[in-house]
């Protein structure tokens, strides 16, 4: 083997070692991380009451009895409170004799003198200029103000106490839906979270599409949310909150950030509360969710109103992996040290695949090595803001570009090693090994665990190597390509279309293998005859999703290269080549799902290369045999 080689094998040996360190602290944040919650619409639990004919105060206790952890809370806002009737305009006789400085009077009328005290204070402290102010009136009492109705009705005023204290009683947590609204000023701002947190709440999930503060004052909703210790519910898996992603990269650090998800009505259509509730299991187990933002089936498989009760009990049963009670802390990213180390492993790969691929010499094999170390160690030490944006909003490009290099050049390092230096499929195996560990490293930290930083593939891991594999295949046959015609004609329309299908991937695909790799809610619906579970149940097995069940093909595929390069079949030789490279870039894209714990991928690649990988083995012996 040539030293080039050596040297860059030892460069991934070394990223390698690097990475375990922080791997090691990586598990231990997730075995701390078991916590969920189970969040309740409280509009749904007073859609119940209202149907079952219970109060509130009954139906909460068993609400949390069956599984559920908290209730939301939404902010009051005169249109709400006009949509359910709590609320409604009237023109009373005499009108107040003060001149209008805007607008016109407008009046409101409730049966709850309770609520329209609370509605006073606020409006007056909010909008100063509305002259609010209670009537005296025999019945039913009066709200009066002036201005425009649907500018004051949309703001945000502040909480029911009421409301609040009841949920507080049933033995259940709160979680506050802020609204957003026009023109946020520093005060409202600082007003509402207040009020959030002298509720004695923790988590707060912004209602709507805005987060509250959005655009110019989310400084003030970050400050707010440090100042009173509130965890911001983070959405990622819609990321339908414009701003949710600045204030959850603000946060995290400190440990202030908690994954939630809630099905859009569209969503729930197809699912009924046993298909839901594994689906809650899933995104808790391989998606990070944390927080599940529970709405009860009203029409489609809803049987009647307390069925909600069972859909609870299931989804609790299906997150009794992650009951625990404990506080992970924060996940420190790699420092600048460790990522230098760790990033030698891609170097290695890079220079493995581009040294095969395209033949070098060995003078320009130990040049581009050198070149590739120090690039990958100096890289993370280039990764500093360049701006005041970037100042609050750290990047991390160093880390992602470090991943994709490795995970773009592994697959077609691999095929290298094993084709022009004979080694073995074990050592083939533990350099992909290494890779992994290394792509896992690069990608932990508290950014990437709550998905608010994300490997960015472009399908370069996938296409990339393919056409290495292509493009080694036919310099094989020389030490040039010929002329355009014959086999390098093919070799040229053979990359052009892989260049369409990587333009046309980015198009309605930007990262295919991380498509491929997500897993599927295995719980099947109730109503299922036995033959459909039996077909649901091969199709979950045999079927391409989650990809890293496949990753075993990678050295499958290398070992019937070999057997088929010996049996001079180059053309079969090639097309085993490409199946490994397939296979070695599903196993990796395991890797790079920071949010799946470790020990739910870890598993499912070790059954994968054992079967596989066995069955490599197999064809080895085989090959010598013959």
């Not at 090691?24 to 916590?35: D, F, T």
């Not at 204070?121 to 103000?145: C, D, G, K, Q, W």
């Not at 409301?163 to 409202?188: K, Q």
């Not at 600048?336 to 320009?364: H, M």
Request: aromatic share 6%; with cysteine; hydrophobic share 45%.
């Amino acid at each position: 083997m040539r030293l080039s080689s050596l040297l860059n094998l030892g460069l991934i040996a070394v990223g390698t070692a690097a990475s375990l360190k922080t791997l090691r602290r990586r598990y231990a944040w997730e075995q701390a991380n078991q916590q969920t919650y189970i969040v309740l619409d409280y509009d749904d639990a007073l859609a119940v009451c209202t149907r079952t004919g219970i109060s509130l105060a009954e139906f909460l206790p068993l609400a949390r009895d069956h599984g559920a952890t908290h209730v939301s809370l939404p902010e009051l806002t005169l249109d709400r409170l006009m949509r359910r009737g709590r609320l409604a305009p009237t023109a009373p006789m005499p009108q107040p004799g003060e001149p209008l400085p805007v607008g016109r009077w407008v009046y409101l009328a409730s049966t709850e003198p309770e609520l329209l005290h609370h509605l006073t204070i606020e409006l007056r402290a909010r909008v100063p200029a509305s002259n609010t102010r209670m009537l005296p009136a025999p019945y039913p009492p009066l709200l009066a103000f002036t201005g425009d109705l649907p500018t004051l009705a949309e703001m945000g005023l502040g909480f029911e106490a009421k409301a609040a204290a009841e949920i507080l009683l049933s033995g259940l947590g709160l979680v506050p839906r802020p609204v957003s609204f026009s023109w946020p000023e520093d005060r409202l701002v600082e007003r509402t979270l207040a009020q959030v947190a002298g509720l004695g709440a923790q988590i707060v999930a912004f209602d709507g599409d805005l987060i509250l503060g959005h655009e110019m004052h989310l400084d003030t909703t970050v400050r707010c949310l440090e100042e009173h210790g509130l965890h911001f519910a983070y959405f990622c898996e819609t990321r339908h909150q414009k701003g949710d992603w600045f204030v959850a990269k603000r946060l995290a650090p400190k440990g202030q950030v908690i994954l939630a998800h809630g099905f859009t009505p569209a969503a729930m259509v197809p699912e009924d509360f046993h298909s839901a509730a594994h689906h809650w299991g899933m995104l808790a187990h391989a998606r990070g969710i944390r927080l599940c933002y529970l709405n009860v089936f009203r029409r489609i498989h809803a049987t009647d109103p307390l069925d909600c009760l069972k859909y609870l009990e299931h989804v609790r049963k299906n997150l009794d992996a992650y009951d625990g009670k404990t506080s992970p802390g924060v996940l420190a990213a790699p420092d600048r040290d460790a990522l230098a180390l760790t990033g030698l492993a891609s170097a290695g790969a890079v220079t493995l695949a581009a040294t095969g691929t395209l033949n070098l010499s060995e003078p320009l094999a130990l040049g581009l090595t050198v070149a590739s170390a120090v690039g990958a160690a100096a890289l993370p030490y280039l990764d500093r803001p360049r701006s005041h944006l970037e100042e609050s909003y750290p990047p991390s490009y160093a880390p992602k570009l470090l991943a994709l290099a490795g995970a773009s050049a592994a697959p077609l390092a691999a095929v290298s090693v094993e084709t022009r230096h004979g080694a073995s499929l074990l050592a083939s195996a533990l350099m992909q090994a290494g890779l992994a560990a290394t792509l896992a490293a690069l990608t932990t930290g508290q950014d990437y665990q709550q998905r608010i930083e994300a490997y960015r593939s472009l399908n370069a891991d996938l296409f990339l190597p393919l056409a290495g594999t292509l493009l080694s295949a036919f310099r094989s046959q020389g030490d040039h390509i010929p002329h355009v015609g014959g086999p390098a004609g093919r070799l040229y329309l053979i990359l052009a279309a892989l260049g369409l299908g990587w333009y046309a991937a980015n198009k309605f695909a930007p990262d295919v293998l991380g498509m491929i790799d997500r897993d599927l809610p295995a719980g099947h619906t109730h109503h299922l005859s036995a033959a459909q579970r039996f077909i649901g149940d091969a199709l979950i097995t045999l079927g391409l999703r989650p990809g890293r069940k496949w990753g075993g093909l990678g050295l499958a595929g290398l070992a019937a290269a070999r057997a088929l390069r010996k049996m001079n079949r180059a053309d079969l030789a090639l097309a085993a080549s490409l199946v490994s490279v397939v296979g070695h870039a599903l196993m990796l894209a395991a890797f790079r799902k920071p949010e799946r714990p470790l020990a739910e991928t870890l598993p499912m690649v070790g059954k994968s290369w054992a079967w596989e990988g066995g069955a490599a083995v197999l064809i080895g012996l085989l090959a010598k045999n013959d």
